[in-house]
């Protein structure tokens, strides 16, 4: 049985009567939307089993094993000729010269931060809704992370408030195109070319999104990815830095490489380097797997991008729920995650927490996504480092100051009220994006007795 069959035998099975029409196609998409059932949590029998969606990461034993296996044997496992071919794909997917790889996102955006000579002393504004590795590449450089806060209905970094926050110290932008969504580049571009400032992308959950038809990563000075495991391309660990300068991705190659020269072999013992330097290379194992899973994410960006579309319409009627948007300039929306705003009051004041345990008992993969992250210890900490103390004033490492200085309202409501549909959901099919519809609308139906 194939994949699809499968999937539509266990949703048939799971359903009852409604599956079965829903599957069998006797049901038209907006009366599916709109049958009732009994919410998994009251005791109605759940939409999905965690069989239902795509497993993540995919791997397709006939297509994907050979250039894996052929790598192994070969015994060449340092990098060499397939991370070669993996960065000029890279490059070319994202439409920039060049592509190098390092061993994870991480190291991706403190390389790029460090080889723009952004460090001590300097401040880099970024949004406060992100991940946390975007913060402590920063504070890995002995910058200053400050936080803009952020555009409510989009997610991403607002542009007003960015250029509000800049000051002397600041040097560099790291925008974040969060959820595998584009931020507000033109505005943000245009800030940072009247200010003179670098602008990094953070694009480690953005494969493939597009503003104005570029891919980000491509627009700013220097975007940086994420392979690892969750990500649109996964290899388990794995990142890449991209850009159109060609001797900062040389000096990224040679801080990749114990300072050895772009173009020297990787295998040398006793090189000359020319540069203080950290070892972080991708192997030509993760290459390989990389490769196999770069020939599906074309597709899979649009399916992702289709479904969200069509279950944005649908969710947007229904009181109280508000999908994420996009600026009127994406193209494209890698939808890492599917995210929208829940209202408690219009649910008869059912808490987030209640309405994600109603998701998942109808086995829908989802949660209520970042904390408030940039008042947690790990700043205190870089602050209370003798580098820190040594390049900036004790008013600017007051910690509770710089909480003030650093609030973000907009984000911390977002905090509160977020719900993400987790990445693989959006490879179901279009009667999955009903199906996602119709429970909510039964959750708010029935939202007293939850
Ligand atoms: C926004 C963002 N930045 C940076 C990273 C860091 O990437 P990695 O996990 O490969 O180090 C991630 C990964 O989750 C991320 O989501």
């Known amino acids: 049985m194939g994949h699809t069959s499968r999937r539509e035998f266990i949703r048939q099975g799971s359903l009852g009567t409604a599956g079965i029409l829903f599957a069998s196609g006797l049901i038209n998409s907006s009366f599916a939307s709109s049958v009732s059932r009994t919410p998994a949590i009251l005791g109605g029998s759940p939409m999905w089993t965690a069989a239902s969606w795509v497993k993540w990461p995919m791997w397709v034993q006939s297509e994907d094993e050979k250039v894996l296996l052929d790598s192994i044997r070969s015994g060449v496992w340092s990098r060499a000729k397939l991370v070669d071919e993996f960065e000029s794909k890279w490059a070319a997917t994202i439409g920039t010269k060049r592509c190098l790889t390092v061993s994870n996102g991480t190291n991706a955006l403190i390389t790029a931060i460090n080889r723009f000579d952004i460090g001590a002393g300097d401040e880099v504004i970024t949004t406060p809704y992100t991940f946390i590795a975007s913060v402590q590449a920063i504070l890995a450089n002995n910058a200053m992370p400050v936080f803009a806060d952020i555009d409510p209905a989009t997610y991403q970094i607002d542009p007003v408030k960015l250029e509000s926050k ?8 790291l925008v974040v195109h969060i959820l595998g969504l584009p931020a507000d ?18 694009a480690c959950q953005a494969h493939l999104a597009e503003y104005d038809n570029k891919r980000v990563g491509s627009i700013g000075d220097a975007g940086c990815f994420s392979f690892q495991n969750s990500k649109n391309l996964p290899i388990g660990e794995g990142g890449a830095i991209v850009s159109n300068n060609e001797k900062f991705i040389d000096d990224c190659f040679a801080a990749h490489n114990l300072g050895y020269a772009y173009g020297t072999s990787t295998g ?13 290379r991708l192997t ?25 579309k069509y279950l944005s319409s649908m969710l947007k009627e229904i009181d109280g729920i508000t999908p994420i948007k996009l600026y009127d300039k994406v193209t494209q929306g890698a939808y890492h995650l599917y995210s929208f705003r829940y209202d408690a ?6 808490s987030r927490a209640k309405f994600l345990e109603a998701l998942r008992k109808e086995g829908l993969p989802c949660s209520g996504g970042y904390k408030v992250m940039h008042t947690q210890a790990f700043m205190q900490d870089a602050f209370n480092s003798r580098v820190y103390k040594s390049f900036y004033s004790r008013k600017m490492l007051d910690f509770e100051d710089y909480k003030q200085r650093n609030n973000c309202p907009e984000n911390e409501h977002l905090c509160n009220d977020a719900v993400w549909l987790l990445q693989n959901v959006l490879l179901g ?17 029935n939202a007293d007795k939850i």
Not at 185 to 202: F, G, P, T, Y
Not at 272 to 278: P, R
Not at 287 to 300: D, F, N, S, T
């Open 166 to 173: 800049i000051t002397k110290r600041t040097k560099a932008i």
């Open 185 to 202: 580049m033109d505005k943000i571009m245009s800030i940072a070319r009247k200010h003179n400032l670098i602008v990094i992308e953070d």
């Open 268 to 280: 040398a013992v006793a090189g000359d380097s020319f540069m203080k330097a950290s070892k972080i």
């Open 284 to 308: 030509e194992y993760a290459a390989a797997i990389g490769l196999a899973q770069l020939k599906r994410v074309e597709e899979q960006t649009k399916t992702r991008h289709e479904n969200a």
């Open 345 to 350: 009051a219009k649910f008869k004041g059912l």
């Open 429 to 445: 099919s279009r009667q999955d994006m009903e199906g996602i519809a119709t429970v909510i609308k039964n959750i708010s139906k």
